[in-house]
């Protein structure tokens, strides 16, 4: 249809309505928002029946001389759809104009008197000044005087709004100021609802889409251009006027952004069909700055706009229009004339309709204000027009009421009421607490009162009540109050003691000058008892005795007196004391020696090191551990071990100085720190002592047994070094102590920490290196028989270390012990040794047992049969080619689960033999229970059993032994000739050492077998 454009832009111009409502009712005070909602309403029925009557026929009737309409009145009886369309699109316009009044003369023009300047302001100035641009828009052959001039309002900047500002203008003059604009440095208020005046300039942003796009009259392609550049003009309006009002005040004002978009808008309106988006731009920017400098200069004039609807639709009005011809393209415009003779022609037409409207409006309502007032008394404006002129009461209005009945009456028991869920019911409400408040203090003060008067009665009550003992004294010391706890506290009566001194009764003569210093300083040096504080101090009683007493001071001014009066609550804390020097003695001591333990220890060194530094003494610490304290323990049960360990403790305590500080460290080890007169000579000694009185044997559970000790030695000589430094050097010397035969002593020396961090790095790095599969590898050592024909192998495992190169066992071994690595590196080890016999099988040599190193906890972890088992299935193996070597010391751990591991190996047909037999606790009683099948007799008897007789008869019983027991014998370390002929005339069955082959790698004895024909 081509009138349904018209009719969507006339919806769209009829919301502006809405919007003019919103940002009204958001910027003036809410006493007059009733007011200014019937005012918008009313306005615009009004323009409604005008613009039908004759309005339309004034502005678009047959043209007389281009100045006046004069037909159609009574619009739409025999029109067609789009002629009605167009008429309901230009009553919007009407309505507009009509509504733009409204904002400037807000809060103090009456009711009545804004209906009247409505009607003439629709009746006669509208839509005469409209014919002069506009007649031709309804038909094209009525032509306006202006428009005849080549004049262009292309939507209405000058017919529309400048004609509703030139009104508003001379409404304001006439009326004046609102009371109290002008007349005060504080602020005026402005706006009630800053957030409903921002939604109302959204909607007029929106409506004015229909303002411009619908004065196309049809929807062709000029419409959508039409509305970028009216987008552009207000955006650039709005951001133009705070920037502005920022540069002026130095702070961003919301109604400024508004109003800017509004100008934008306004002054876009007359030429936004012929210009650029980037003119459009620049012309809502301008009319931002023009809006600011307009609202300024009238506020210096004093005339008060109260919606800024003057610089908002006159002043960017005026500018639009003018910008007609400055940025448009002349051939759109198509009024031929060039672009000066363009700018005449706008100038004229602000001008003249200008002029007809601001004349005729400042008449006409002169006219009405002499007929009936345009303004409102100064008490209704006070009061609000909602009351005044509606008669319409609001909440603010009722409390305000209700107050001043409250007021009048004298009556303030009963609350006002409260409307919830609003911001005068806040009020109320808070109101109401206040009022609350103030009844419940006096109530208070009353009763306070009261409760005065009995209060003395029940201080002394509350005083003999007390469980503490309560006194007062003067700021001279002399006693006030004396309390019934304080009387069975210090034994004397009151009466005994009321008015006389402190300081001769109660306190030491130790502490007297501490008590009178702080008693002259009002309890407030920071040496002495403080105020409001728990002091602890020393009283004496009656008796003369002194007991430990837990004070606190409070202090009260009586009748403004600076002379102090002080209340003392004192505690006898005798049993706290006791009770904390118990917890003390736990706290620091060893529950089973008796001895300090390490927290003490600790402290007591760092305080003794801190000390000896600045008087430039020596500090000396013993770390003492008892050698093979595990094994008593683990055979003679753990009360044998405690009855040892108070042992140690007792013959420590008797071989030290009272000076001396002796501490448990834990489990079986003891330190021992000694300062004070100490030189090295002296240190020496203690060491060799604390050895010899360790060595005396003692009782223990039913046996003769020695304490051996290691004990490493650290000393602090005129050095800066923590305890925990100093434990920890003496902690690595005693390592260094067992690691060098046990049972003796050793100082720390820095290179002790040095081998001791590369033994730590070494536990580290074996970790790593049983992870990877090329730096643990084995050797292979011949054992042959009386014959010297070759009958198996012994795998000795090598560390091929990426940094320190080839490492041998004796190094790494015990490392392996400690760090509980020693399980994976025997698995490393069975495992590479069972594929190095599946290589030989597959290189089709004849395949000769491997005796496999086992480390007692592999023995007795529960897991060693099944690996094993895991291992010969894999492989396809017999267990007969496994032998593995137990060493004698492990089978005292856990003689019985020895048993049934061992026992279990021998079911998978695997050969078991006791290495270095001898060394440890021999004993036939376990060597007949045993499984096992060869005695290895240990290299530290082959050496000299050629030369040594006591060797040579040890070496002879071992090998006897074995036959008795049928048992097979292998020697190692097998060195010389005349070492093999003996033990093969003793009757040695197998031998293995340097003699006959040193260890070979897995190739060399490929190469050995192969050479030897040992192949199938």
């Known amino acids: ?222 419409v959508p251009g039409i509305l970028l550049n009216t987008t552009l003009a207000a955006a650039w309006g709005g951001i133009s006027a705070a920037a502005f009002h920022y540069y002026v005040y130095r702070y961003v004002d919301v109604t400024f952004i508004m109003n800017g978009v509004i100008a934008g808008l306004v002054a876009i309106t007359a030429s936004c069909h012929a210009v650029s988006p980037q003119a459009s731009a620049i012309i809502g920017g301008i009319a931002g700055v023009i809006l600011v400098s307009g609202t300024l200069w009238i506020n210096k004039l004093k005339i008060d706009d109260a919606l800024g609807v003057v610089p908002a639709h006159l002043f960017a009005g005026i500018w639009g229009t003018i910008a007609v011809a400055i940025f448009a393209d002349l051939s759109l415009l198509d009024t031929g004339l060039s672009r000066p003779e363009q700018l005449f022609a706008q100038l004229v037409g602000i001008a003249a309709i200008g002029a007809y409207a601001f004349v005729i409006g400042f008449v006409g309502l002169k006219v009405i204000n002499k007929i009936h007032p345009l303004r409102v008394s100064a008490e209704y404006e006070l009061q609000g027009m909602n009351v005044s002129e509606h008669k319409a009461s609001t909440e603010l209005v009722d409390l305000l009421n209700n107050m001043h009945s409250q007021e009048t009456r004298g009556n303030f028991s009963e609350p006002v009421p409260v409307e919830p869920f609003t911001e005068v019911g806040q009020i109320a409400n808070q109101y109401n607490n206040v009022i609350q408040r103030v009844t419940d203090e006096i109530g208070k003060r009353d009763s306070a009162i009261d409760r005065f008067r009995s209060s003395e009665k029940r201080k002394s009550a509350i005083l003999d009540s007390s469980m503490d003992s309560i006194l007062s004294i003067d700021f001279k010391g002399n006693i006030i109050e004396f309390n019934h706890a304080a009387e069975l506290t210090f034994g004397y009566l009151k009466q005994q003691v009321a008015g006389k001194n402190i300081l001769s009764l109660f306190i030491p003569t130790e502490q007297q000058q501490k008590f009178v210093m702080s008693l002259e300083h009002k309890f407030a040096a920071a040496d002495g008892l403080l105020i409001n504080r728990r002091n602890s101090f020393r009283l004496q009683g009656h008796s003369g005795h002194l007991f430990p ?63 000896q530094i600045k008087s430039e003494g020596i500090v000396a610490v013993f770390f003492m551990d008892l050698d093979k304290f595990k094994k008593i323990n683990d055979t003679l049960g753990h009360k044998a071990g405690d009855q040892l360990l108070n042992e140690v403790a007792h013959r420590l305590t008797q071989s030290t100085r009272n000076s001396d500080t002796i501490a448990r460290w834990g489990g079986d080890e003891f330190v021992v720190m000694i300062a004070g007169d100490v030189n090295i000579a002296l240190i020496h000694a203690k060491a060799r002592e604390f050895l010899k009185v360790m060595r005396e044997p003692m009782d223990l559970a039913g046996r003769q047994i020695n304490i051996p000790v290691s004990i490493g030695i650290a000393v602090a000589i005129d050095e800066d070094i923590t305890a925990e430094q100093l434990i920890q050097h003496a902690d690595i010397a005693m390592y260094s102590a067992k690691q060098k035969g046990r049972d003796h002593f050793q100082f720390f020396h820095p290179d002790m920490a040095h081998k001791a961090l590369k033994q730590f790095n070494f536990e580290q790095s074996i970790r790593q290196a049983l992870q990877e599969s090329d730096q643990f590898f084995l050797n292979y050592q011949p054992k042959i028989d009386a014959q010297r024909s070759i009958i198996g192998f012994e795998a000795l495992v090598r560390w091929l270390h990426p940094e320190e190169g080839l490492i041998m066992p004796g190094e790494f071994i015990p490392l392996a012990e400690e760090s509980d690595c020693i399980i994976l590196l025997d698995k490393k080890v069975i495992h590479q040794a069972i594929e190095q016999l599946q290589v030989w099988r597959e290189q089709n040599l004849k395949l000769l047992p491997v005796s496999i190193n086992i480390s007692g906890k592999h023995l007795i972890s529960g897991n060693l049969v099944s690996f094993i088992q895991a291992e010969l299935e894999r492989s396809g193996l017999d267990g007969s080619l496994i032998e593995l070597e137990i060493t004698e010391g492990v089978l005292l751990t856990d003689f019985e689960r020895c048993i049934t591991v061992m026992t279990e190996l021998k079911t998978l047909n695997i050969s078991l033999s006791i290495d270095d037999f001898g060394t440890g606790y021999s004993s036939l009683n376990y060597l007949k229970r045993l499984p096992i099948d060869i005695l290895k007799i240990d290299r530290s008897f082959v050496e000299e059993c050629d030369t040594l007789k006591e060797d040579g008869q040890i070496v002879s019983t071992i090998i006897s032994l074995a036959h008795n027991l049928e048992l097979k014998t292998i020697a190692e370390g097998v060195e010389t000739l005349e070492q093999f002929n003996f033990l093969l005339s003793k009757g040695c069955e197998a031998f293995q050492g340097y003699y006959f082959y040193r260890p070979l790698s897995s190739a060399d004895i490929c190469t050995l077998l192969k050479a030897l024909g040992n192949s199938h």
């Not at 029109?79 to 919007?92: A, K």
């Not at 007493?549 to 009748?559: D, F, M, R, W």
Request: glycine content about 10%; aromatic content about 16%; proline content about 2%.
């Open 1 to 222: 249809m081509d009138y349904g454009w018209l009719l969507l832009s006339s919806m769209l111009v009829f919301l502006m309505q809405a919007g003019f409502l919103c940002l009204e009712t958001g910027k003036i005070r809410s006493k007059n928002s009733i007011n200014v909602a019937a005012k918008n309403i009313s306005d615009f029925i009004i323009a409604a029946i005008i613009f039908w009557l004759f309005g339309f026929a004034l502005m678009f009737g047959d043209s007389f001389n281009g100045f006046i309409g004069t037909s159609t009145l009574f619009f739409g009886a025999n029109n067609s759809p789009y002629q009605i369309s167009f008429f309901i699109f230009q009553m919007m316009f009407c309505g507009t104009a009509a509504t733009i009044l409204s904002g400037a003369v807000a809060e103090r023009m009456s009711f009545r008197a804004y209906l009247y300047a409505t009607i003439l302001l629709t009746s006669i100035i509208y839509p005469i000044s409209g014919h002069w641009a506009w007649a031709s828009f309804y038909n094209e052959n009525n032509i306006g005087w202006l428009q005849a001039l080549g004049f262009v309002d292309f939507a209405g900047s000058t017919v529309v709004h400048s004609v509703g500002g030139w009104v508003a203008l001379a409404a304001i003059i006439i009326i004046g100021p609102r009371l109290g604009r002008f007349d005060s440095a504080i602020p005026f208020p402005i706006g009630s609802n800053i957030p409903l005046s921002v939604l109302g300039t959204l909607l007029i942003w929106l409506g004015w889409f229909g303002f411009n796009g619908g004065s196309t009259l049809v929807f062709g392609d000029q």
């Open 549 to 611: 007493a837990e004070i606190t001071i409070t202090s009260t001014n009586v009748n403004d007196d600076l002379r102090n009066e002080y209340t003392w609550h004192v505690r006898d804390v005798t049993r706290e004391v006791k009770l904390q020097t118990k917890l003390k003695q736990l706290a620091y001591s060893d529950p089973l020696t008796g001895l300090y333990n390490r927290t003490f220890l600790l402290q007591t060194l760092s305080r003794t090191l801190s000390y």
